[in-house]
């Protein structure tokens, strides 16, 4: 079973328009951690953000934000103000406490942020 | 600090042949994770290392296997390589530890593997 979806296989927005990135995980473990990364057309993923699942505020960073909700199982990543340079392949990665580092990386979700 | 590094960046092989990857972790991380990438499949964990050990292994052939050596650094290998090897490696380090929760991962460029 998939264990980390994200539907959105490619989005294309204008210079400054707000986007939405949309991850839904699924899990039996009670701990767990979630993440965001980066892959630019360069290739070196970059990290974001993590998360764990006992914290579910929302996280801000500048023009990035996240928004955790265990009740759906979402951890969804908002750019506002959308620029060029954030063009890239988002992926969204859940570990398991018990799973010695082990991975679980969405298919990714394509940003095409056009000038 | 210095990143993740790995070598080679890039890698031509021929069918039936073996390969090995190479990467040294940021100073201090001492778990090693491999992940290959491919535009099907998309990135899958292939093994983990950590103190030399390996603690967690994806669902990859025995083709695939992976050390690492007391210096945290680590290898990969690849043997009797077919066609569908042919894929982007990262290797990742994080400050992992026995006991600690899961910190995030610090990927490499990667290896890019063209099996022909």
């Known amino acids: 079973a998939q264990k980390v979806t994200q539907a959105q296989t490619e989005i294309s927005v204008v210079e400054k328009e707000d986007v939405t990135l949309d991850c839904v995980y699924e899990t039996r473990d009670t701990t767990y951690y979630l993440f965001w990364y980066k892959q630019p057309p360069s290739g070196e993923l970059v990290f974001l953000i993590r998360r764990n699942s006992f914290d579910e505020q929302n996280e801000i960073s500048g023009r990035y934000s996240w928004n955790f909700q265990k009740s759906t199982s979402s951890f969804n990543f908002t750019i506002t103000a959308s620029q060029v340079v954030d063009s890239a392949v988002y992926f969204c990665a859940l570990s398991e406490a018990n799973n010695f580092n082990k991975f679980y990386f969405g298919s990714g979700t394509k940003l095409n942020v056009k000038p | ?116």
């Open chain 2, 1 to 116: 600090k210095a990143g993740v590094t790995q070598t080679p960046r890039y890698l031509i092989k021929t069918r039936g042949q073996q390969v090995t990857l190479s990467c040294s972790p940021i100073s201090g991380h001492r778990s090693v994770s491999w992940y290959q990438q491919t535009p099907g499949q998309g990135l899958q964990f292939l093994f983990e290392y950590f103190s030399e050990t390996q603690r967690n292994k994806g669902n990859f052939p025995g083709r695939f296997s992976g050390r690492q050596f007391s210096n945290s650094r680590s290898e990969m290998n690849v043997s009797t390589l077919e066609l569908g090897d042919s894929a982007l490696y990262l290797c990742a380090s994080s400050l992992a530890r026995e006991g600690a929760p899961v910190h995030e991962q610090y990927f490499g460029p990667g290896t890019r593997l063209t099996v022909t």
